[in-house]
């Protein structure tokens, strides 16, 4: 199926570090959400994004809906250890591909104390 | 607020067999999504149902089937079992149909086929 191109796939940072990862897609969206996943649980919603431009932080996170309507970004600032996880981004094109969200691969996120 | 309810967390198949999950979503959402997750492809979107009819179907064989009731509960079905069907099914609701709404994610059925 479609999915998004999601980088890197996985990191490995010293605590107190900062974090960035992005996505790209082929296509326009317009929505980009970004979900973290911990270990046994389903995914949870960091932050929502909805224009174009658009520059949205959420405590230690920031994340950016790309000009182009076809890229996004999270970072994370000043990293600790509960932030290990798995972070995905999310898509959706209302106009096509009937707004179903379409995620990446995923940036696997360990943390060293 | 109850958040989204999955059962069961986790079962045993064998090829062959058929096997149903079940998800409750949030009170007041009508909107059910499931999604296969596997370490090789991420999360793949199957189908999402709005008021008991199918508005979105992804990519997936005719094996894997699913239903929306009344009350919003969603199910979805997984016939003829095939090693490749582990995963885990994450169900998700929303309050409106898909286009202008978030997800909100169950924590997931680990399914096994052996």
């Known amino acids: 199926g479609q999915q998004l191109n999601q980088s890197p796939q996985s990191m490995f940072i010293q605590e107190g570090e900062d974090v960035s990862m992005n996505c790209t897609s082929s296509?326009?969206?317009?929505?980009w959400l970004w979900y973290k996943q911990d270990p046994g649980e389903g995914p949870v919603l960091l932050i929502a994004?909805?224009?174009?431009?658009e520059l949205t932080s959420n405590g230690r996170l920031t994340a950016q809906f790309g000009i182009t309507r076809k890229d996004s970004f999270l970072n994370i600032s000043a990293s600790i250890p509960s932030d290990v996880g798995i972070y995905f981004c999310a898509g959706r094109d209302n106009y096509n591909q009937g707004g179903k969200l379409i995620f990446g691969q995923g940036t696997e996120l360990s943390v060293k104390p | 607020k109850a958040g989204v309810t999955q059962t069961p967390r986790y079962l045993i198949k064998t090829r062959g067999q058929q096997v149903t999950l079940s998800c409750s979503p949030i009170s007041g959402h009508r909107s059910v999504s499931w999604y296969q997750q596997t370490p090789g492809q991420g999360l793949q979107f199957l189908f999402e149902y709005f008021s008991e009819t199918q508005r979105n179907k992804g990519n997936f064989p005719g094996r894997f089937s699913g239903r929306q009731f009344s009350n919003s509960r969603s199910e979805m079905n997984v016939s003829t079992l095939e090693l490749g069907d582990s995963a885990l099914y994450l169900c998700a609701s929303s309050w409106a149909a898909s286009g202008a709404n978030v997800l909100t994610f169950g924590a997931g059925s680990r399914l096994t086929v052996l």
């Open positions: 296509s326009i969206f317009n929505t």
């Open positions: 994004l909805y224009k174009a431009g």
